[in-house]
């Protein structure tokens, strides 16, 4: 079952993603590429607590947590990027984005757009570093327990 989902994740992501690239939406199309990932990931995430539920002595592996934190640290950065670039529009404050849009609106309308999209990118870059830093560091940490648990 978990193989005909990851057929079907990647027919129907091939399929939608080459729809963007058609229509010549970069942005698009590299967050649509991490969504896929992400649901490919979460398929072998499955196939592994499917496998680890059979052992009576079972822990919790954070492992994909931090590998999630880490995407989503990625996406962040992108998404940082996107508005240094000039690519991504700057809050206007109709969304529901508070915390960083307000931070944002307030740069832009104080200082002017160019000041603005330099918060902007520079704030979700820095939360998105932090993220993949949170990631990393969760993902190490399982790996430096794995590997002290078998040289016991």
């Known amino acids: 079952m978990r193989i005909i989902l990851q057929i079907v994740i990647v027919f129907a992501g091939g399929l939608a993603l080459a729809a963007l690239l058609y229509a010549h939406e970069f942005v698009g199309s590299v967050v649509f590429a991490g969504a896929i990932a992400l649901l ?47 690519s991504e529009a700057l809050p206007d404050g109709s969304g529901r984005c508070r ?26 870059s820095f939360v998105g570093l932090f993220l993949c830093y949170v ?9 430096q327990r794995e590997n002290h648990r078998i040289g016991e």
């Open 135 to 143: 990631g990393y560091s969760t993902v190490g940490w399982v790996e």
């Open 99 to 124: 915390a960083v849009c307000g931070l944002v609106l307030l740069a832009t309308q104080s200082f002017g757009e160019s000041v603005g999209r330099l918060v902007a990118g520079f704030l979700w």
């Open 40 to 86: 490919l990931a979460f398929t072998f995430y499955l196939k592994e607590q499917t496998e680890s539920r059979l052992s009576p002595g079972r822990k919790i592996n954070y492992k994909p947590m931090g590998i999630v934190i880490l995407l989503l640290g990625a996406f962040g950065i992108f998404h940082g990027l996107s508005y240094l670039a000039g």
